[in-house]
């Protein structure tokens, strides 16, 4: 490990097994050339290709452009918050605030919707993958000619997902409305060029041709390719039509996953606080559900431009896929621990999000991957502490510190005695030693919880406390619960990604 490695959960060796996992046989299969490369916390800790860009001679490279269809919308969300954060425009104003001319009608009658919901994909207007990849390329006067014609929702604004790319480009008018401009040279001026992801773009036309995979077609399982032509860039390209390659992408996702670290990349381009709001869940979509390949998840929703994943066992993971006639490509990434997965492959039957999945859940399971990083208040601590001594040395719960006032109403401190008392004898009493608390405690589910473990000679006792935000924070909830050595979780609690938090607690 070289020091630059210091401190990074993913060896080598780890991501060249994760990528050989994920780029199985199948993968290679079903695209003449792919790629896949693993990132954490911005850096490439390898890459994997396959095949021919071209289907000539010449072999795929680190530096190959591929399609990433709607990961572009990413970018389109971040330029609208940024936007947004300079006071240029509103995402909860109607639309038609900017946009006069766009008419929207559910069941006969016009309707307005907000930016807001438009980005989150909750307008009510339908899904429409199928038709708008092969609309990709038409003009600004035949969209803007669409959308006066008055356009039906599928849905009552603001009550479910739908995945409309026609919507989210309206945002794309809006950034042109609004800084009279065309919305890619915006989105390339406020992320691309400050980021330095040079080779990111909407249009082919700067890149080499000998550097640009082309797009295939099979409908044989791999057996042949048929090439398939570019799909045009025009009115809708703001949300499909952008071209990059891996290097770029591990940092684009460390861009907007560092916003939950205490360091994170390139403040003034987007402030974090926005970048944590494209990556908050904001309409729910319901799980289990196909488009999550099965895994296991408590929730799962679509923020600003990205889909959010509520793993059992990670924690947040987000992600967003890209595909048109001749592409597929997907990123998604951890957000506790920084690692992420991106893959491209040069045929629409690829499945870069089920490579890329595969891939980045190895790498988790194998670096036994924190499912978040939590900083518990340090009254939080000093509560939980000083409570740990109280319970050990038998005082009276009258006499406890840090309650709220409403803590022995809602339950005695005499009941509150007699269940500890119970509690004690059936496990046989406290140890006389104990570890030092930091290595007793056990769980954070936020930063004003906490769960620590009390070690007796038959059996543990956990503990949880539950502060109140008040200008001096105090205890509002206090449990205990007798458990087996060692356990975490009292009965009949289900495992969740809360007690693989990495919890870390202030010095005092």
């Known amino acids: 490990m070289t020091p630059a490695d210091a401190g990074l959960l993913v060896t080598t060796d780890t991501a060249a097994e994760a990528l050989q996992h994920g780029l199985d046989e199948r993968a290679r299969r079903a695209a003449p050339a792919a790629i896949a490369a693993v990132a954490e916390r911005g850096r490439v800790r390898a890459v994997l290709t396959h095949g021919h860009p071209r289907a000539d001679e010449s072999p795929t490279t680190r530096d190959t452009v591929f399609r990433i269809a709607s990961m572009s919308k990413s970018f389109l969300a971040?330029?609208?918050l940024s936007l947004r954060d300079r006071g240029l425009l509103d995402l909860h104003a109607p639309i038609r605030t900017?946009?006069?001319d766009v008419r929207l009608r559910h069941r006969g009658a016009d309707v307005e919707v907000t930016g807001d919901l438009l980005l989150s994909n909750r307008s009510g207007l339908g899904e429409d993958n199928a038709?708008?990849?092969?609309?990709l390329g038409a003009s600004r006067a035949e969209i803007a000619a669409l959308f006066a014609g008055g356009v039906p929702l599928a849905a009552v604004p603001g009550t479910v997902y739908q995945y409309s790319n026609l919507g989210q480009s309206l945002l794309g008018r809006v950034v042109e409305a609004v800084t009279g401009r065309t919305v890619e040279d915006v989105i390339r001026e406020s992320m691309l060029e400050p980021l330095g992801l040079r080779r990111t773009a909407h249009v082919s036309d700067g890149f080499a041709p000998e550097t640009l995979a082309g797009g295939f077609r099979t409908f044989d399982d791999g057996t042949t390719f048929r090439p398939e032509p570019f799909v045009g860039s025009g009115a809708l390209g703001c949300i499909g039509s952008m071209f990059s390659t891996v290097d770029d992408i591990a940092r684009w996702m460390w861009f907007l996953g560092s916003a939950f670290t205490d360091d994170p990349l390139a403040p003034d381009v987007l402030a974090p606080a926005s970048r944590r709001e494209l990556q908050q869940a904001r309409t729910p979509i319901p799980v289990p559900s196909a488009m999550f390949d099965g895994r296991d998840l408590a929730g799962a929703g679509y923020g600003y431009g990205l889909f959010v994943e509520d793993d059992?066992?990670?924690g947040r993971i987000v992600q967003h896929s890209g595909g048109l006639p001749g592409f597929s490509a997907h990123m998604r990434w951890h957000v506790a621990s920084g690692i992420g997965v991106v893959a491209f492959g040069n045929s629409d039957e690829f499945g870069a999000r089920?490579?890329?999945?595969?891939a980045l859940q190895l790498l988790l399971e194998r670096t036994?991957?924190?499912?978040?990083v939590l900083h518990p208040w340090e009254e939080t601590v000093a509560a939980a502490q000083a409570l740990d001594v109280a319970i050990r040395s038998g005082r009276p719960a009258a006499t406890y510190p840090f309650l709220a006032d409403?803590?022995?109403?809602?339950?005695?401190a005499d009941v509150r005695d007699a269940r500890l008392a119970a509690q004690v004898q059936e496990i046989g009493?406290?140890?006389a030693e104990q570890d030092p608390f930091p290595d007793r405690v056990v769980a954070a589910a936020t930063e004003a919880e906490l769960r620590w473990r009390i070690a007796g000679n038959r059996g543990d006792l956990l503990v949880d406390v539950r502060l109140v935000g008040l200008p001096e924070p105090r205890v509002q909830g206090l449990s205990a619960a007798v458990v087996a050595p060692g356990q975490t979780r009292v009965e009949g609690e289900r495992a969740g990604a809360t007690e693989r938090h990495l919890v870390v607690l202030p010095s005092f």
Not at 131 to 135: A, F, N, P, S
Not at 368 to 372: F, G, R
């Open 78 to 80: 971040a330029t609208v």
């Open 98 to 100: 900017y946009l006069p």
């Open 131 to 135: 038709w708008v990849d092969r609309h």
């Open 312 to 314: 059992r066992r990670f």
């Open 354 to 358: 089920r490579i890329a999945g595969a």
């Open 368 to 372: 036994d991957a924190p499912s978040a």
């Open 406 to 412: 409403h803590v022995l109403d809602d339950i005695p």
């Open 429 to 431: 009493g406290f140890r």
